[in-house]
């Protein structure tokens, strides 16, 4: 494949500068005052991507925390689990002499 230039396709993509509502999620301009669709003051709220995308992302990122923590948490009661455990044995080791 011989690539002579910027596609079409790209050059419309890239000069169209893709905003939407954070109301409504409609597509809007990102310099527009106020969204068509729903009235509402946007200018400089407008979103970058489409909000279902900003949505998962968001929700991707909590979950990947929730496992992060969770994770931690895990690790860190087995840590304690086998900690105590050591300690009870070495503790009784002292005062039953095994
Ligand atoms: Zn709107």
Known sequence: MIVEGPDPFDIEKFNH??????????????????????????EGK?????????????????????VILVGFAWSFFVFMAQFFDGLFHWFRGILIGS
């Open 17 to 42: 500068n893709e905003a939407w509502c954070p109301f409504c999620a409609e597509e809007v301009y990102d310099d527009t005052t106020y969204c068509p669709y729903c009235k509402e003051y946007i």
């Open 46 to 66: 407008t979103l970058a991507s489409h909000p279902e995308v900003v949505k998962f992302s968001k929700r991707g990122r909590m979950f990947l925390m929730a």
